[in-house]
């Protein structure tokens, strides 16, 4: 936008040369008025404008800086890439950028004068738009920070890291599986001796992995890679990377090749780390139920998306850990995401924190309810039920009031229920 108000002030003083000053042809809606007069609207202007500009940036910082402390510094980054709030900055930077070159080229001498007519009706204009844009910011800056509307980005974030990383039914190639150990040639025998490790060249977080360059790089050089590591592990430099059979046909070329596949930073990002993205949403909540901000129905708002994040994860295939080319061959093994460990992450965090708050869990054991009825494979009904006992048995032991007992029983027997499995 700045390098735009730049451009727009190199033509239309252009214009205002070339056309206008010569002709002397003037309309009702440009400037009429002389060089002193346009020097004071512009410089009026421009010294507003950066004004305001400062406001907006104050304004910023501090919604920042509340946003860490009460929703965790992790989610600056979703604050940072608002496209709104990135356009009414720009707006107001591009203004007083405008202003300035225009106002550098009102000239006056004894002889004559070079007023921008023009220029300076667009600097007017561009003034009123900018105040637009600030009364829209103070509103828009209101609802950036209410906890739902967080609660919502962070959620539609991680249902696009989902969507991205976990496969409708039947999108999945049969040539990939998960059982390969029924296949013994797939493995070659000799795969635990001649390997090449590969070694990591700089610490930081995996953050994500190129799959199909890798595969193209297996099935061109004929080889066998096993990653060792899944976006959102910590990378220490010199640890191994991948491991690669055969070991004698990796080159320096072709490890440092491989190595260009693998993103490492020094935070974990959203681009394949589905954990990453869930811990996002329990920080929210783990927050919420901290006696310093004590606002459990933040964190039960945090459940019900992260209920549906898992409703959605149980109707679409997990990644598979074992990919073969087109030609039915074995090329990569890597450690994958698991519905049980998407549970965990999910859940862990807020029952442990949430134990003595009997609303939360019961909350809790509810939401578990409604997964477990979209839920249809038997280890994903395990994991489930596997959380629901923690939940009960964890609360129950902080409970001294025997109705909230009874609550917390009743509620685990709608997950047995949904579940359709008996009490044991």
């Not at 003034?127 to 967080?150: D, R």
């Not at 220490?236 to 059979?245: D, E, I, K, Y």
């Not at 606002?295 to 549906?308: E, F, K, Q, R």
Request: one cysteine or more; glycine letters at 4%; hydrophobic letters at 45%.
């Amino acid at each position: 936008m700045a390098i735009g108000a730049i451009l727009l002030a190199f033509i239309t003083t252009i214009i205002d040369g070339t056309y206008f000053q010569d002709s002397g042809q003037r309309w009702w809606w440009l400037y009429m008025g002389d060089a002193d007069g346009a020097r004071t609207i512009l410089s009026t202007i421009t010294s507003s404008m950066i004004t305001v500009a400062g406001v907006v940036f104050s304004i910023t910082i501090v919604v920042l800086s509340q946003a860490s402390s009460q929703f965790g510094p992790r989610l600056i980054r979703n604050f940072m890439n608002i496209r709104t709030n990135q356009m009414v900055l720009g707006t107001f930077v591009a203004t007083y950028m405008y202003g300035i070159l225009v106002l550098n080229t009102v000239k006056k001498t004894p002889e004559t004068q070079f007023v921008p007519s023009i220029s300076v009706a667009v600097t007017i204009l561009l003034s009123l738009m900018s105040l637009g844009v600030m009364i829209y910011f103070i509103h828009n800056i209101s609802e950036t920070i209410q906890a739902q509307n967080i609660i919502a980005r962070v959620h539609q974030d991680l249902e696009d890291v989902v969507i991205r990383t976990f496969p409708q039914p039947g999108e999945q190639s049969h040539l990939s599986t998960d059982e390969p150990l029924k296949r013994e040639y797939d493995i070659p025998k000799t795969c635990s001796r001649e390997v090449c490790q590969i070694k990591i060249q700089n610490s930081g977080y995996l953050q994500a992995v190129d799959n199909d360059a890798l595969m193209k790089i297996a099935v061109e050089e004929d080889l066998l890679i096993h990653l060792d590591y899944r976006p959102g592990n910590f990378l220490t430099r010199g640890s191994n990377l991948v491991t690669v059979w055969p070991g004698d046909r990796i080159d320096e070329a072709l490890s440092q090749t491989i190595n260009d596949l693998f993103i490492v930073g020094t935070e974990r990002t959203l681009e394949q780390d589905v954990e990453f993205a869930i811990s996002q949403m329990v920080e929210v909540a783990v927050r919420a139920l901290s006696p310093g901000i004590n606002d459990p129905v933040t964190a039960m708002t945090c459940i019900d998306w992260l209920g549906d994040i898992l409703c959605l994860l149980a109707h679409r295939q997990m990644p598979l850990s074992h990919r073969y080319d087109q030609k039915n061959r074995l090329r990569i093994i890597c450690k994958t995401f698991s519905f049980d460990r998407m549970v965990d992450a999910a859940f862990n965090m807020i029952r442990q924190n949430a134990q003595a708050i009997p609303a939360v869990s019961i909350h809790l054991l509810e939401t578990l309810a409604t997964i477990g009825a979209q839920t249809h494979r038997e280890t994903d009904r395990r994991a489930l039920l596997r959380q629901a006992r923690l939940v009960s048995s964890g609360c129950k032991e902080q409970l001294s009031a025997e109705d909230d007992r009874k609550d917390i029983d009743e509620r685990q027997v709608w997950v047995l229920e949904a579940l359709d499995m008996e009490k044991e």
